[in-house]
């Protein structure tokens, strides 16, 4: 069936190119794309005409600069114009949103539209690769929620960038993009309200190119329009009695996304005219000013702001994010937004390095660690099915292990899986029942407090935290540097 696709073009011509090129190698070929040229200046819009010559599958069309939501608009009032030319669905039976310096992997299309075929689905989500300025890989992937995308996941915050999910274009009706800086997240929340939901599939489709100076890096202005959002959503949903909304939940949600933009603003390279490092405890103590985090929560910020905000792979070998990673601790730590009343600078430091050390590692090496040493038809139970849940079941079926997630869920999971060869799914009771049934147990969310109490009791118990701990410990060369008393002041300091 037909994918139409809109590009919105703004200054882009270094990329364009590239980026409609990944669209023309798909193995699904039933597409058409509406690129509109939202007021370019450079050499873009060229580049698309000459395109255009050679494949009738791809328009443009012009308009004065009026951002993304704008330009995206443009878009599907062009593909319904299409409809109303050409008959229904002419403009696509689905519609898929592609950045002039994203990239679609060669199968994206194919595997999107075929679950799309087969299921009720109103959209899919799928896991992207990061890409620097030359198109390079950086980091390392990042994988859909396990449930897939719901008003529940994105009132925790955005769950996908845009080009990292397609939906039926019938679910969209009359719903548009509004004027903000984050206007795709608002458009999914009011979609998610309505009760539209994204089916995941595991497995990175699609390439997001971090850029230096991209309107994503506006960390103030950003996270507001991320607030708003968010506390909307939650507003609504209060007014409808929905669980989850308002009270801790929304505290929780606001301190982890403050805490995120703070530290990208903090770890800039070009800092702003009050300082980096203040205008980081600036956006916190103006958003979040009771909050307080765990070294490990801030050590998974630091990792992921490095890559978003300075584009730079923090365990790439070099070791210059390391002295504003330290300072930015260093600063936290003065203004107590660290958990307990750390006097330990050093100590601090090292935990904090440790969860940029454990957010750092490849997933399949954890998963891998974790059934190390089982032999083939071993049975293995596995509490939670979320994303590393997914990535051990998988690593344990290619051994040719039996598997059994266990998943409060468990009904809910089986629906939301796209994958023939699923595993069984049970209620974690049974684990506690049948405690010596397993050659194996493991606890995969990160967030296993709770897990690690519940199921104390059951023999050869190994969790994901304790293996991305393990592994970490060997894979962070950079950690003397981050830990250094003589790197940067201490957490004491004035």
């Not at 669905?89 to 595997?111: C, K, M, N």
Request: one cysteine or more.
């Amino acid at each position: 069936m037909r994918v139409g696709v809109i590009i919105p073009l703004h200054q882009s011509g270094a990329t364009v190119a590239e980026t409609i090129g990944s669209l023309r190698a798909q193995t699904h070929d039933d597409w058409r794309c509406v690129v509109v040229d939202d007021g370019s200046t450079d050499a873009g819009p060229w580049i698309v005409r000459r395109i255009i010559e050679d494949d009738p599958r791809i328009s443009m069309v012009s308009q004065p600069n009026r951002g993304l939501w704008g330009a995206r608009n443009r878009g599907l009032d062009e593909l319904d114009a299409l409809d109303a030319a050409h008959g229904a669905e002419a403009g696509g039976r689905y519609v898929h949103f592609l950045d002039a310096d994203d990239l679609v992997l060669r199968s994206a299309y194919e595997r999107m539209v075929g679950v799309l075929e087969r299921t009720d689905a109103d959209g899919v989500c799928v896991g992207y690769e990061l890409r620097d300025e030359c198109g390079d890989p950086i980091g390392r992937p990042l994988t859909p929620p396990a449930m897939g995308v719901t008003i529940e996941e994105l009132r925790r915050g955005n769950r996908m960038v845009p080009h990292s999910q397609m939906l039926r274009r019938g679910v969209l009706g009359a719903a548009r993009f509004v004027e903000s800086r984050c206007e795709d997240y608002d458009l999914w929340v009011r979609l998610a309200e309505q009760g539209v939901r994204w089916r995941a599939i595991d497995a990175v489709l699609v390439a997001y190119r971090l850029r230096q100076g991209s309107i994503s890096k506006r960390s103030r202005e950003m996270l507001e329009a991320h607030v708003a959002v968010l506390s909307r959503t939650h507003r609504r949903g209060l007014g409808r009695n929905e669980i989850g909304c308002g009270g801790d939940d929304l505290r929780i949600a606001l301190d982890s996304l403050t805490l995120n933009y703070a530290t990208m603003a903090a770890l800039m390279d070009v800092p702003s005219p009050s300082g980096a490092l203040a205008e980081g405890v600036s956006i916190l103590r103006d958003h979040v000013p009771n909050a307080s985090f765990a070294p490990d929560a801030i050590g998974r910020t630091i990792y992921w702001a490095t890559l978003f905000g300075r584009c730079q792979d923090p365990t790439d070998g070099s070791l210059d994010w390391t002295p504003a990673a330290r300072a930015w601790i260093d600063a936290l730590g003065r203004e107590g937004f660290i958990d307990g009343a750390p006097s330990d600078p050093q100590g601090v430091r090292a935990e904090v390095g440790g969860g940029i050390a454990r957010q750092a590692i490849d997933p399949t090496r954890i998963g891998a660690r974790l059934l190390d040493g089982l032999t083939f038809g071993s049975t293995v139970a596995l509490v939670g099915y979320g994303a590393n849940g997914r990535v051990v079941a998988s690593i344990a079926r290619e051994r040719g292990l039996r598997v059994v997630i266990c998943d409060d869920r468990a009904r809910r999971v089986r629906g939301a899986v796209d994958d023939a060869d699923a595993p069984i799914i049970v209620d974690p009771r049974i684990v506690l029942e049948q405690r010596g049934a397993w050659d194996r147990v493991g606890i995969t969310p990160e967030g296993d407090g709770r897990l690690r109490v519940r199921f104390a009791t059951v023999p050869r118990l190994v969790t994901w935290n304790d293996v991305a701990r393990e592994l970490g410990e060997a894979d962070a060369p950079w950690r003397g540097a981050l830990v250094d008393e003589a790197g940067g002041a201490g957490l004491g300091a004035a």
